[in-house]
């Protein structure tokens, strides 16, 4: 994979806005993005157009009992102690991380303090292959964002980072289709800390690595 | 009493779990949040799975909200359309089956009965679906309202992956100059 024009980011605007491209063409379009403020611009507006689109669709009346058994699953969920790292401050961040691109994430991905300063990227590389992309903002809070497609294999992959000072800290686990997939957290750790990130499938293997500049 | 607050005043509380706001919360958005799971994902049992997620995500980022991009309701309904396609991407549908489309095309621009009070840009915008040529609208319409990705699109479709990209494309094009220009952004 190499680096996408604004001629070729262009092709995918459309898709990237309706929030249907694929992880591979995602991650070389966000990180277009990154750094084009006029292709932002163009992908923003599309994405305000893909959002207005969803309220075309006729309401549906949802099966009985609906209303209260999502008040009952936030309830439950309020009860439940969160981890530290995924304490109330942190919403925005997680929120920009894990939904996927929209007229919102977007917005949360491009605008304010994420400038290239502050959000790195780096390769996800399978030997000397490119096979994605992961960003990592240095703000506060801090958080990854990945976007891997390896071309094959479906199961869960577990994200591991490494530290200059050695340590490994395994950060959480998602899923691959087909070796495609997305995800993102918030971390604990301090960022400019972190020089390393590999992907392990459940059985061990290595799905792919990435080396973190500083 | 949640009734009466406005939509984000309904977000507020419901960001701050209090649950009087979250019933009217789900109480006021869920018609539209399941109609646009249902519309991804097809049948009832997952799209009420979607929807749920739907509303938990909406809890948990609530205060991400920002105003000045769109409505409550805006907001919440890209929060499902993600939700949807995620849940798609992971059990990966069968694309060879047709899609009956012009049905659903039709009712997505049909509008409310009194299309008099539905929105000016609302209005303009299922105005321009309307006119868009045939293959582009099945094109947007899957990609927009179903969540076929373009090799999806192609297949199902059985086109080349570059025409399928290229309809989608174009129409989202065609919406966009139909419509009036946006606010700029302060
Ligand atoms: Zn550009």
């Not at chain 1, 292709?39 to 923003?44: L, M, N, P, T, Y």
């Not at chain 1, 899923?175 to 990130?197: C, E, F, H, K, M």
């Not at chain 2, 309202?145 to 059985?158: D, Q, W």
Request: proline share 5%; with cysteine; net charge negative.
């Amino acid at each position: 994979m190499t680096r996408m024009t604004c001629e070729q980011l262009d092709e995918v605007s459309a898709e990237l806005a309706l929030g249907v491209l694929s992880g591979s063409e995602r991650a070389l379009a966000l990180e277009h993005l990154q750094g084009c403020a006029s292709c932002r611009a163009e992908v923003e507006q599309l994405a305000s157009i893909g959002d207005a689109l969803l309220e075309l669709v006729p309401p549906a009346e949802p099966p009985l009992g609906f209303e209260n058994r999502v008040a009952a699953l936030l309830h439950e969920r309020a009860e439940t102690p969160v981890p530290r790292r995924w304490a109330r401050g942190m919403v925005a961040v997680v929120a920009a991380a894990c939904l996927a691109v929209g007229g919102w994430t977007l917005g949360a991905f491009t605008h304010g303090p994420a400038t290239p300063a502050t959000l790195a990227s780096s390769q996800l590389v399978q030997g000397t292959t490119q096979v994605g992309q992961l960003f990592v903002y240095r703000g506060h809070p801090a958080w990854i964002y990945m976007a891997v497609d390896t071309g094959s294999g479906s199961g869960w992959v577990t994200c591991v980072l490494t530290t200059k000072a050695g340590t490994t800290l395994r950060l959480g686990t998602f899923r691959l289709v087909n070796g495609d997939g997305y995800w993102g957290a918030p971390i604990a750790t301090d960022p400019s800390q972190i020089d390393g990130a590999r992907l392990e499938w459940a059985n061990g293997g290595t799905a792919a690595t990435a080396v973190v500049h500083a | 009493m949640g009734d009466a607050l406005s939509d984000d005043g309904l977000l507020a509380g419901l960001a701050l779990g209090e649950a009087q706001a979250t019933a009217a919360f789900i109480r006021r958005f869920q018609r539209q949040v399941f109609g646009v799971a249902l519309s991804f994902v097809g049948d009832p049992v997952n799209a009420e799975d979607v929807a749920q997620q739907a509303f938990e995500r909406a809890w948990r980022h609530a205060r991400m909200y920002d105003p000045r991009r769109g409505s409550v309701q805006a907001w919440l309904l890209t929060i499902t359309r993600n939700c949807a396609i995620d849940q798609l991407r992971s059990r990966r549908r069968v694309t060879s089956e047709s899609w009956e489309v012009t049905g659903e095309l039709e009712s997505v621009t049909r509008g409310p009965e009194d299309e008099a009070v539905a929105e000016d840009s609302a209005r303009a915008l299922r105005r321009a679906l309307r006119d868009l040529p045939a293959e582009q609208a099945r094109a947007l319409f899957l990609a927009a309202f179903r969540g076929l990705t373009s090799p999806e699109i192609a297949e199902t479709e059985g086109i080349p992956l570059g025409t399928a990209k290229t309809r989608i494309r174009a129409a989202m094009l065609k919406l966009r100059a139909a419509l009036p220009a946006p606010e700029v952004e302060s």
